[in-house]
């Protein structure tokens, strides 16, 4: 059988490069294409030699992607909405999102593309309004009524996002700047993996074609990153104990979009469920697996 030719927007970012790793570990059975606005980037290098073909493209313009669509089996499509986000522009900043990522759908649909899989969120409208959620929710809705054939697979929080969380010592422990109270639970995942739930859908377009997906790893709390922060690096870490009251005085004072993205959480809004997500993926990790096996965050962190 010939390779199945895949096609990955975003190739050089986070969720992107680790689908076309996943995808290149799988030997002969797929050919891989990256899309990147700058194929001579340090990272659009690194994918090249890794075994990705580059294609030059811009989700702004349909015509710089569109041929190279022709004679996909897959296409992975996840466009970028803090590329577009200045701060105080979150609808404007969904609609550039909602419009890149629907444009290559239906770019996709025109070249016959046989298995979309979309990296979406889920929208908690009308309780909630979270732009960069919704904009995702409303392409996933775009493509199941108009019977694209797709996965959508539903992410959850980035565990490295807390590559960019603050800390300080006190009282011989390090304290993890947070603003949501210890029992808030960040459903979460190692998106170095997310690959492994495209591969799984690629591999199988009988089973995962009109179907979702999830990329789950863990429901941790705020207290429980301290926890296993401690436990990992044998020294002790905890939180600033926050109220729900002192995070909903925040929503004036800290960037609106991620205000938001928080207080679903600390709503409980984002459901996911780890042990069904690891039938897909059994090596999908827990927060405590993705310390012990990235450096980064533990020398973020101080061990
Ligand atoms: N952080 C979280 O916890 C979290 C959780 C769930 C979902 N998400 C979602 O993840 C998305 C970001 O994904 P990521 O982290 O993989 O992104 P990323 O690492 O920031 O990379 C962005 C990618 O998008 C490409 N790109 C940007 N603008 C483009 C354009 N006009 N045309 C073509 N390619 C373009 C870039 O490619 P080049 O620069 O090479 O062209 C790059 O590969 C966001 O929409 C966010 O909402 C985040």
Known sequence: MSALKIVIFGVTGNQGASVARALLADGARFSVYGITRNPDSN???????????????????????????????????????????????????????????????????????????????????????????????????????????????????????????????????????????DDTVLPGFNVEQIGLWVRAAFRDPDTWIGKDMYASGDNITVAGIAKVLSEVSGKPFDTEHHTREEFLALKDKMDHELWLNYFAFLNGKMKRDPAESRKIVPEAQDFKAYVQSTPAIREHFGF
Not at 130 to 144: C, Q, S
């Open 43 to 181: 990272s659009s290098k690194k994918m090249a030699s890794a075994g990705v073909n580059l294609i030059t493209g811009d989700l702004d313009n349909p015509a710089t992607y569109e041929s190279a669509l022709m004679g996909a089996h897959g296409v992975f499509i996840n466009a970028n909405f803090w590329a577009h986000y200045k701060g105080n522009n979150s609808d404007e900043a969904a609609e550039a999102e909602q419009r890149q990522s629907t444009e290559a759908v239906k770019a996709a649909v025109r070249a016959k593309v046989r298995h979309v899989v979309y990296s979406t969120l889920e929208s908690y409208l009308p309780d909630q309004p979270l732009p960069h959620f919704d904009a995702k929710a409303k392409v996933t809705e775009y493509m199941k009524k108009n019977d694209v054939p797709a996965t959508q697979l539903y992410t959850s929080y980035f565990f490295s996002n807390l590559l960019m969380a603050q800390t300080s010592e006190k009282d011989g422990k390090t304290i993890i700047s947070f603003p949501l109270p």
